[in-house]
């Protein structure tokens, strides 16, 4: 792998690709960094329209499957990405260790471990092309071994043990690029009032992207393998 020009000045805006990015979270950051100015590559499941959307993008990819991946990463070619945002996550089973079943289980793991992995590697030739050439993993407090079992007793075994692997994906990942200067990061976007954090969530949705987008715009490779909150505190591993 070699290192490519900043292309940021000849190319104009920098590019998002966002991940999970037609609800909740990832389609409120897509709709922040459009908002600010970026183009954004949002990508989901299902096709959308995008509702008239200015500098947002819409792109198919179902991060479960491998072909998904290579036809995204086929589509788009050279196009450099300055901040790839891997947001797209499932929640599983959320009862304690009675109801954990093996394939709810490693569905989970799949999608919020496993992925990111994957998407980060088809996409490395795009990232290494981009000007920033961030990684931001959205991850959870619920993921670290010091703090994601002290609001709760039980439960949340896959949800749990997802995340605490998309941690070490992080470190992992920061340690192997480092010397390509792509910058990777865990993300605790809070409690976020959304489908999966639920209604009594404590933190609106616009509130944590915007204090996850606020990072990401102000990190650079001192901060690669770092584990933060959407309120700047850094989180335990």
């Known amino acids: 792998m070699t290192s490519s020009i900043d292309r940021r000045g000849e190319e104009g805006a920098r590019t998002v690709l966002i991940t999970g990015a037609s609800r909740g979270l990832g389609q ?10 970026w183009r954004v590559i949002a ?34 070619g050279e196009r450099p990405i300055d901040v790839l945002i891997n947001n797209a996550a499932i929640r599983g089973d959320t009862g304690g260790l009675s109801t954990v079943e093996p394939e709810d289980f490693l569905e989970v ?3 919020n471990a496993l992925a990111p992995i994957l998407i980060v590697r088809a996409l490395l030739r795009n990232l290494l092309a981009g000007g920033d050439r961030i990684v931001a993993n959205i991850s959870s407090r619920a ?16 949800y749990r043990c997802s995340k605490a692997a998309l941690n070490m994906a992080t470190v992992k990942l920061a340690q192997d690029l480092r010397p390509h200067g792509v910058t990777v990061l865990s993300l ?3 409690w976020v009032r959304t489908d999966m954090g639920g209604p009594q969530a404590s933190v609106p949705v616009a509130e944590s992207a915007a204090g996850l987008k ?24």
């Not at 479960?64 to 995204?72: C, G, H, N, P, W």
């Open 109 to 111: 793991m799949r999608v």
């Open 28 to 37: 409120e950051l897509g709709r922040q960094y459009a908002a600010a100015g």
């Open 188 to 190: 605790h976007p809070g």
């Open 214 to 237: 606020a990072i990401v715009d102000r990190t650079g490779l001192a901060e690669s393998g770092s584990f933060r909150a959407f309120d700047g505190r850094t989180v335990s591993w």
């Open 143 to 158: 993921g670290s071994l010091a703090e994601g079992t002290l609001d709760d007793d039980e439960g949340d075994y896959a």
């Open 43 to 76: 990508c989901g499941r299902q096709p959308s329209a995008g509702n008239g959307e200015t500098g947002i993008e819409r792109r198919i990819l179902d991060v479960t499957d491998a072909s998904s991946m290579a036809a995204l990463a086929e589509s788009l």
